[in-house]
């Protein structure tokens, strides 16, 4: 019997409906619904037996943490239930961070695989169904056991610990910048040429039972002539944590850095992030180790961010949250 492959909606471009079929931007994202989705992919039943059901219909850059709950519930509910593996169809605009926040808190083995499509549903060389196709093809494979959350588009699979949306419109828009991609889809199935070091899914320590929201953590973005107004108002607006997405290797102006020190000496764990796309964080100044600052490892803001918000549900001590951002 063909395995068991829920697909979960939750909108985006893939879903997206455009007036003209060579309109490329200005479109209505989340408008498609799963039926129609997999109406544009008839070979899917070959592949696996697929049910559908909708989280959401939104444009990404509206997801919310509410969603992210509902929705890693969901998906370990129907692999308990016996589905043998999970595709999430999910804008392209914040796919890195709910792979990530679901790599961190699912607790399977089995695979969980989020796409998406940087070209409307209804545009000519649409690039939603091959793409559902593939993470359909990657979702049952058992090559994508224990892989953690996984991420495919444009053939490219990607861990979601590692990949970030790297360009405004082209197809190829997704890169793993710092380790590059875990594999391909190549004749149809998936070619795997690196493993995950780090930790996740059923080897992560963060549990979600029980909660209901995540800490208020905000990013600060680090750029030349920065006071130190925005960190001032984040302490004041009554932030659990904060990342700060410096410039180069995670520096922090002299304007803004007493209001972090202080913050952190308060207790609240400041987190240096790089606003550079790549590379990891590592020791800069003295000023920072003295302030408590934790470094953020090679996670980019988005993902430091969730991080820390998970560590919040668990932790404020300087030395764990450290050793978490150095594991996951
Ligand atoms: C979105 O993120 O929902 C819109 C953009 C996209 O999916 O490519």
């Known amino acids: 019997m063909k395995p068991k492959i829920f697909l979960l909606t939750t909108g985006g471009t893939i879903a997206g409906a455009a007036a003209k079929s060579d309109a490329l931007t200005g479109y209505r994202a989340g408008a498609v619904g799963a039926a129609e989705l997999l109406a544009a992919v008839p070979a899917l039943s070959e592949v696996a037996r697929i049910a559908s059901e909708e989280i959401a219909a939104i444009d990404s850059k509206d997801m919310t943490e509410a969603i992210w709950l509902r929705l890693a519930a969901r998906v370990e509910a129907v692999l308990d239930a016996g589905a043998a593996g999970v595709v999430i169809t999910h804008g392209t605009d914040t796919l890195e961070e709910t792979a990530y926040f679901l790599h961190l808190t699912v607790k399977s083995e089995k695979p969980v695989v989020?796409?998406?499509?940087?070209?409307?549903?209804?545009a000519l060389s649409?690039?939603?169904?091959?793409?559902?196709?593939d993470a359909v093809r990657l979702a049952a494979s058992p090559a994508a056991h224990g892989q953690g959350v996984l991420v495919t588009l444009n053939g490219d699979i990607h861990s979601a610990r590692d990949m970030e949306k790297v360009h405004t419109t082209a197809v190829q828009a997704f890169a793993s910048?710092?380790?590059?991609?875990?594999?391909?889809?190549?004749?149809?199935?998936?070619?795997?040429?690196?493993?995950?070091?780090?930790?996740?899914?059923?080897?992560?320590?963060?549990?979600?039972?029980?909660?209901?929201?995540?800490?208020?953590?905000?990013?600060?973005?680090?750029?030349?002539?920065?006071?130190?107004?925005?960190?001032?108002?984040?302490?004041r607006g009554g932030a659990a944590g904060i990342v700060h997405a410096g410039a180069g290797n995670g520096s922090i102006?002299?304007?803004?850095?007493?209001?972090?020190?202080?913050?952190?000496?308060?207790?609240?764990?400041?987190?240096?992030?790089?606003?550079?796309?790549?590379?990891?964080?590592?020791?800069?100044?003295?000023?920072?180790?003295?302030?408590?600052?934790?470094?953020?490892?090679?996670l980019p803001p988005a993902k430091a961010r969730i991080l820390l918000a998970l560590a919040l549900l668990k932790t404020r001590e300087r030395a764990e949250v450290q050793r978490m951002f150095h594991e996951y």
């Open 114 to 122: 989020l796409t998406g499509a940087m070209r409307p549903a209804t």
């Open 126 to 133: 649409a690039d939603g169904p091959l793409n559902i196709f």
């Open 177 to 235: 910048p710092d380790v590059g991609v875990l594999g391909r889809m190549e004749e149809g199935a998936p070619r795997f040429r690196r493993r995950v070091l780090t930790r996740h899914t059923a080897a992560s320590e963060f549990d979600l039972a029980g909660v209901t929201e995540l800490p208020y953590v905000p990013i600060l973005y680090g750029h030349a002539g920065a006071d130190d107004r925005l960190a001032a108002a984040a302490v």
């Open 253 to 298: 102006a002299k304007a803004v850095l007493p209001t972090l020190a202080a913050a952190a000496a308060a207790g609240l764990p400041v987190v240096r992030a790089s606003r550079t796309g790549a590379g990891a964080v590592l020791f800069a100044e003295d000023a920072y180790r003295m302030a408590g600052f934790i470094d953020a490892d090679t």
